[in-house]
């Protein structure tokens, strides 16, 4: 049971370059979130999904595109990377779903640290 | 909505001695609150979460928080430090964001430094 996997651990772009972050979780979990982690500012959301098919706005979405590719797969995609960007990315997911009265533990992925130049 | 502050950046303590993170929350409705700790370059795990059930929440690796409605307070203490607490450590408060799913804002963090 490995959790919550993210790939790759370390990346770095230039300006206007794109890549896409990958995340799998099988815990089979309804809810799964990335946020992006900088100093001194905590961690911030940037999307969510809360089942298959369905994906929100966070607090920082600007830059970003999401895929909930099935239940367990939660991919970021950034189109045109800016040094802005730079930040340590995680990936968790939980059981919420629509049945869901009480949060639920997020359980998050290991990080992945992107520099952009 | 909803905010978490974490009143220092920044706790130094000997080993053995005790620890005490403090945090203050702002939530429209009962909050769900935890803690996370973050060891140097790996995710986050959960410490302890309170959740409208008994206010003095224990977690794990003798952690415990008490909520105080009054003083909108979630300090995390323990009463005897050790290396292994070495960390940073995230008040959260989470508030329903539709559709079965909650968000979750996050303190700055607290880093814990133990002094053998």
């Known amino acids: 049971n490995a959790g919550v996997t993210q790939t790759p651990k370390f990346q770095v772009l230039k300006t206007g370059q794109s890549m896409t972050l990958q995340c799998a979780q099988d815990?089979?979990?309804?809810?799964m979130y990335w946020y992006r982690q900088d100093p001194g500012m905590g961690l911030r959301l940037i999307y969510y999904s809360a089942s298959e098919g369905t994906t929100d706005k966070g607090e920082v979405p600007n830059g970003y595109n999401v895929s909930r590719l099935n239940k367990r797969e939660f991919s970021l995609r950034l189109e045109s990377a800016a040094p802005s960007q730079t930040s340590v990315y995680f990936c968790a997911s939980s059981e919420e779903g629509s049945a869901s009265f009480l949060p639920y533990e997020q359980y998050f992925g290991p990080g992945t640290r992107l520099t952009v130049t | 909505a909803q905010s978490v502050t974490q009143l220092d950046s920044h706790v130094s303590v000997s080993e053995g001695t005790p620890v005490l993170l403090r945090c203050n929350y702002s939530?429209?409705?009962?909050?769900?609150l935890f803690w996370y700790v973050q060891h140097p370059n790996k995710g986050l795990q959960l410490l302890l979460k309170?959740?409208?059930?008994?206010?003095l929440v224990k977690g794990i690796n003798g952690f415990e928080a008490e909520f105080k409605k009054s003083e909108t307070s979630f300090h995390l203490t323990k009463p005897s430090a050790h290396m292994s607490d070495a960390a940073e450590y995230f008040c959260v408060v989470s508030a329903y964001s539709g559709a079965g799913s909650y968000q979750l804002t996050f303190g700055k963090g607290t880093k814990l430094s133990v002094i053998p």
């Open positions: 939530s429209s409705y009962s909050p769900s």
């Open positions: 815990m089979n979990h309804n809810s």
């Open positions: 309170y959740t409208s059930a008994a206010t």
